[in-house]
């Protein structure tokens, strides 16, 4: 069972699910989608690339309204593997009937059942359990540490949002690229590892973690904030600018050679995965937008997140983030007019400076010399808004 059966539900795990040989279980909100999948038990998913698409028909599958407390659970009491696919915002709307399955499922002394938490949220397996929690007395709270696993993992497959056309085409179609891997970490599962295809756990995750977060999403931002700067629409627009793509590819080597550092990870196998990437961003059938994947800067230069907290992470393993801080001061001069976050982000600039306003949204001290190079980018692209160093 998925709890979410959109871009990730059945863009990834679903099909993953379906090929181990599961009967996918969705439960989701949107009472087109789900009609369409009980109707058709199955749900069309497009696999692209620049040379050509791949159609499958996912199932079989069906699916229930997540307002059906009482049919959810007994899904829950009944499934062998789970996993969610929601939004990390939306898992405070989930957990009230996950919880009411997991009794209803120990109350049937039913085996112990794992979930896979897909969600894009540090710590989101133990952020999940934490939640279940609360909704569980005394007595089902102790016993859940045993009987069900929360297992953390990364979602590197691109999975753009359905258009409005192809909605309209078929409600369940979804567009993917190629890519299927999916790690997961070892120590989150009770019980036996089920085989699920595609899936690999690992003892040590935290590199898979920082590896999603400071090349695959610090990629996407280092692509999106130049090439905005640049006027282009599609990534795959922006990946064909070779000082783009040259300026990309230096930022990512910081941080693959950051992570080498602090995880004494392999660097043949990082900067592989950043030539991997550097390829994938190119898919012109997927058509990604600048604007997805550069909105709301403000989340994006946190401190621990794709920009400032790679860059972070390289001076503190002695490397300079020259590209990767370059990267951050074009995303000071995202603007686009339908991002709210981007367009307060501006306000702030102009009222209290550059400066002062990325110092708040990074929480970096004055002094830090990531914010020094920053600000030393931002000034040079203030004057030339194409300008690469």
């Not at 969610?84 to 709307?93: D, E, H, P, R, S």
């Not at 179609?173 to 089920?194: D, N, T």
């Not at 795959?236 to 040259?246: G, H, L, S």
Request: hydrophobic share 45%; charged share 20%; glycine share 10%.
């Amino acid at each position: 069972m998925i709890f979410g059966a959109g871009n990730i539900g059945r863009g990834f795990i679903g099909q993953l699910f379906s090929e181990s040989g599961y009967e996918v279980v969705f439960i989701d909100v949107d009472t087109e989608l789900i009609a369409a999948l009980n109707d058709q038990r199955q749900y069309h998913l497009e696999i692209v690339g620049n040379d050509g698409k791949q159609d499958l028909q996912i199932g079989p599958v069906r699916a229930i309204h997540g307002n059906d407390r009482e049919a959810v659970a007994a899904a829950v009491a009944e499934a062998q593997i789970g996993a969610t696919a929601v939004g990390a915002n939306a898992l405070k709307y989930i957990v009230g009937n996950l919880a009411a399955g997991l009794k209803l499922r120990a109350a049937a002394g039913k085996s112990p059942i794992n979930f896979i938490i897909c969600e894009n949220l540090h710590g989101a397996a133990e952020h999940v359990r934490s939640l279940v929690s609360e909704q569980m007395g005394a007595g089902d709270r102790a016993g859940l540490q045993d009987w069900v696993g929360f297992v953390d993992t990364v979602i590197g497959r691109m999975v753009p949002v359905p258009t409005p056309e192809m909605r309209a085409e078929d409600v369940s179609l979804v567009r993917v690229e190629a890519y299927k891997e999916l790690p997961v970490a070892k120590r989150g599962f009770v019980g036996e590892i089920p085989v699920i295809s595609a899936m690999t756990a690992y003892d040590d995750f935290e590199v898979f973690t920082a590896r999603k977060l400071y090349i695959h999403n610090c990629g996407h931002a280092l692509m999106a904030y130049t090439g905005f700067l640049r006027g282009y629409e599609f990534g795959y627009e922006a990946m064909a600018d070779r000082a783009v793509r040259d300026f990309m590819l230096a930022g990512l080597r910081e941080s693959a050679a950051a992570i080498c550092a602090q995880f004494q990870a392999s660097p043949d196998w990082l900067n592989a995965h950043v030539d991997d990437l550097l390829q994938r961003f190119t898919n012109r059938m997927l058509g990604d937008r600048v604007f997805r994947l550069g909105r709301d800067p403000i989340r994006k230069l946190a401190r621990e997140d794709r920009l400032v907290g790679a860059a972070c992470l390289a001076q503190a393993n002695g490397i300079s983030p020259r590209y990767l801080c370059w990267g951050i001061a074009a995303a000071l001069l995202f603007n686009p007019a339908d991002d709210p976050a981007a367009q307060t982000l501006q306000r702030r600039i102009v009222e209290v400076g550059a400066e002062a306003a990325f110092l708040e949204v990074s929480g970096l001290g004055a002094g830090d010399l990531v914010a020094a190079l920053v600000l030393q980018a931002y000034q040079a692209l203030v004057r030339n808004p194409q300008a690469l160093p």
